[in-house]
Every structure is written in C-alpha cells, then in structure tokens.
C-alpha cells in the first residue's frame, strides 16, 4: 500500500463520506483478503475488497508493482499443503507450482467464490482512522479520485513480503558496483558475466545463490550462521509430506529434531565438507530452508560460501573471516519488514514491525479491527489463512448475534494475544521469526477457537424458554 500521506486529512469533517458501517473492509485481494472475503460472506457478512493492482493475485501477481516473485519463483511447499481446504488444485499441475500456476490458481478461486463483484480494483487505501463513535474512517485512493468512506470494520490483508529490510555495512555507500535488494531482482540474466555476491541463506537468498551460481562469472553466497537446507523431495515423494507424517506422531520435540538431524546427516553427510560451517542451532529452530540445488552447485565448485559481510572498500567486499573478493553485484536477499503504512503507528499493539496480535489475527481491545495472513508458517500458507478466515468470519457472527458476548471473547484472551504457535520449539531470534508458526500446532489452535466461537453463537442464539 502506498506511502504516501492523504491529500485531504481524515479529521475533517466526513459529512460527505459514504456511509458503510454495515459492511467488512477487506484491504487486499490477494491470497489472503480472497480467503477473508469469501469466508465472511459465506458467513453472513457484507464486504468491499479494495486492491490497489487490476488483478487478484497479491505477491503471487507477477505484473503488480508490489510483487516481489521472480522468473523462476516456484512454491517451497506442495501443493497438499499448500491450496484452500475447500478448492483444490489441479491433479495436472506438479507438486510444486510455478508462480504463474499459483496466479492462475488465485484467479480460479476469486471466480469461482463470485469475489470479482465485490472487489474495487485500482482501489487503495491511502489513510485509515479509528473513527470516535466505532468503526473507521477509510481515505480510498481510485482512478476518479479520493473518496472517503466509514466502515464498520476493517480487515487488514496487504501482505508482510513486500517492504525491503536493507542491512548496513560499513563502507557500503562508497561501493563502487551495484548494491540491490532481492526486492527488485527478476531474472537470472541479471547475473550473466557478473561477479556476484549474494547476501542472505533464506529460501530466496539461496534460489538466488543457485542462478547466480549457473550464470555469473563468479558466484559467493554470504551467510550470518548455519542452516539446516532440506531438499525438496524425500523417499521420492515431496519432503514436506514426508515431514508431515512425522509430525503426526505427536513425538516429543527433541526426538523428532533429531531424527530430521540424522536423516540429514545420512543423506547429505557433514556440511562441512562443501564449505559450510555446521549448524549452530537444532532442526526446526529456524524457517526452513528448502532447496534441492544449493549443495549441488556448492559441491561443483560453481558457488562459493563466505561469511557475513564485514565491510565494502571500493569495488571489494571484504568478509568477517578476512577474505576478500572483488563485486559487480551484490544482491541483498535480506528479507521483509511487516508494514501497515495506512494505519496509524499505534493501531496496532506490540512493537512497531511485531504486532501482538491473538493467533496473530485479533486485536485483544477492538473488535473492529483484525489482520489476515500475518504468518510464516514452516508450510502453506492458503490452507493456513482460510483457517483463519473462517475464525474471523465465526467471530463476527458472534458479534453481530452478540456484541457483548464478541467483547467477552477478546476479554477473555487478552493476556494470550503473546501466544504462538510453534510446536514447542524455541525459534533463532530474528525477524523472519516474528510470525513464525508451525502448520499443525497452529491448525490445532484455530481449529480449536473456532469450535468456541461456535460454542458462544450456538448459546447467544438458542432460544430463551419460556416461563
């Protein structure tokens, strides 16, 4: 969404604005406002979609200014654990998508639910206000012009991968090549005859290091710590199925982090080997890393791994082991900060960039106001919002069956808006960890608010005896 302040401000008075205090936000049509907006409708609510692109879609639109997918983005999960619950993928398509059948995916679903008649396209928000009677006071930036508008609740859904995190190293602004962020790269012909650098080991920063690897002059991949790389593929079926399986054993954690450690070591052997430093942390502390090619191009000599980055003098980039290679390109494959820049800082509780948020979807003091999609779950991430979606839309039946009853409920779990659901692993502290979940814990605990959600509309709606 755009960071831009609104040309009228939203104080004034909003005697002209539209009145929509009976109908749903939904800021985003991409994978996870589809999946709020279809859900809330199909529980009862009504809803506007407003998206600021002529196409659903989100990141997963390639052509969209905000998307960050490159030429060769593929999904790191299959597609069992990856599609809605309710609209499956085709049997036709590989276990593991290219971004443009992940698009097409998206446009199926958005037709199939009937949202195109509810989505404003070339629609954003610009500012958004809690207004001082309830509801919020809503700056809508479109082709014909500003328009203001006051909804009864708003329902945030612009993504988190989109605002560049950019890291700072000494001497970085005297650098004599190209610094770039991952952000603004699209193509492997970017780094053909390039000396490249890539800086960062998440799933992006090592589909990068393989490309640059198979077309740059020379090619180095700079990492802070260890990681665990799981392939994309196990027992010739897509590891994360297998994976999966092993979770549902329920197996203590420590037992199943050794068992992931020791397959590892079996089929891949000591990382050492190609270069890279062992592992400072057990399996599943940090996201995992999914590659097939990364290894293979380490150990053909093709990429080379360094360090993190200790400084830029010139045209070198000088490492904190004391190496030192010359650069054309240096590509920060870094990551994202969470950004809500239409919302005031203070909309949300917690620390700017971290919101505290109940399963990371409810604000524990409003009930106008709540966030879908703020995950990054060790899986899919579809199945994972439309469960979301479906305790977003449940709680709003209860609202507008009960609003005190709605108001108990976020009373109730005020204290808990901390919890997350991380199967009882004790994660790296880092940002990409802020929203960290683990796919089956976090199931189980949606799941499980859904069924008390349910529980309170049954009891609000069951009829009073008489007497």
């Excluded at 080991?201 to 090592?206: D, K, L, Q, R, S």
């Excluded at 293979?296 to 003098?313: K, N």
Aim: proline letters at 7%; one cysteine or more.
């Amino acid at each position: 969404m755009p960071t831009t302040s609104p040309s009228v401000p939203l104080e004034r008075s909003l005697a002209d604005a539209a009145d929509r205090r009976d109908r749903v936000l939904v800021v985003g049509a991409g994978s996870s406002g589809l999946t709020a907006a279809k859900n809330l409708r199909e529980r009862g609510a009504r809803v506007d979609v407003v998206e600021r692109e002529d196409d659903v879609g989100g990141n997963w639109n390639a052509a969209a200014a905000s998307s960050r997918v490159y030429a060769s983005t593929h999904m790191i999960s299959s597609k069992p654990f990856t599609q809605y619950p309710d609209f499956p993928m085709p049997d036709d398509d590989p276990d593991y998508l290219h971004h443009e059948q992940v698009h097409r995916y998206l446009q199926r679903y958005a037709r199939h639910f009937g949202l195109h008649e509810v989505i404003r396209f070339r629609t954003e928000v610009a500012a958004c206000s809690p207004a001082v009677d309830g509801g919020w006071d809503v700056l809508l930036r479109t082709p014909e012009g500003d328009e203001r508008c006051r909804y009864g609740t708003v329902v945030v859904a612009n993504g988190h991968n989109w605002y560049p995190k950019l890291p700072t190293y000494p001497g970085q602004d005297t650098f004599t090549g190209e610094l770039l962020h991952a952000a603004d790269y699209h193509a492997a012909d970017r780094f053909d005859g390039q000396r490249v650098v890539i800086v960062g080991a998440g799933n992006t920063g090592c589909d990068l290091a393989v490309e640059a690897a198979q077309r740059a002059a020379a090619a180095y991949h700079s990492t802070r710590r260890a990681y665990w790389y799981a392939p994309k593929y196990a027992f010739g079926r897509p590891a994360d199925q297998i994976s999966d399986a092993i979770f549902s054993l329920r197996l203590p954690t420590r037992v199943t982090q050794a068992l992931f450690q020791a397959t590892a070591r079996v089929v891949v052997g000591r990382y050492e080997r190609f270069g890279l430093p062992r592992p400072d942390h057990r399996f599943l502390e940090t996201h995992p890393i999914v590659n097939q090619q990364l290894l293979y191009v380490t150990g053909h000599g093709d990429l080379t791994p360094v360090p993190d980055v200790a400084r830029f003098e010139g045209d070198t980039v000088v490492f904190t082991d004391g190496r030192t290679v010359t650069a054309d390109l240096v590509v920060f494959a870094t990551g994202y900060l969470i950004r809500f820049p239409f919302l005031p800082d203070d909309a949300l509780p917690g620390e700017p960039g971290r919101p505290e948020l109940f399963r990371n979807v409810f604000h524990p003091d409003r009930d106008d106001l709540a966030v879908i999609g703020l995950i990054q779950p060790d899986s899919g991430q579809f199945c994972l919002v439309h469960w979301q979606a479906v305790m977003l839309a449940t709680f709003l039946a209860l609202r507008r069956a009960d609003p005190a009853e709605a108001r108990r409920y976020l009373e109730d779990n005020r204290d808990r808006a901390g919890e997350r659901s991380q199967g009882g692993v004790d994660l790296v502290d880092s940002t990409r960890h802020h929203v960290e979940v683990e796919h089956a814990d976090y199931i189980r605990v949606l799941q499980r608010e859904i069924r008390e959600l349910e529980r309170r509309l049954t009891r609000v709606r069951r009829p009073v005896p008489a007497g």
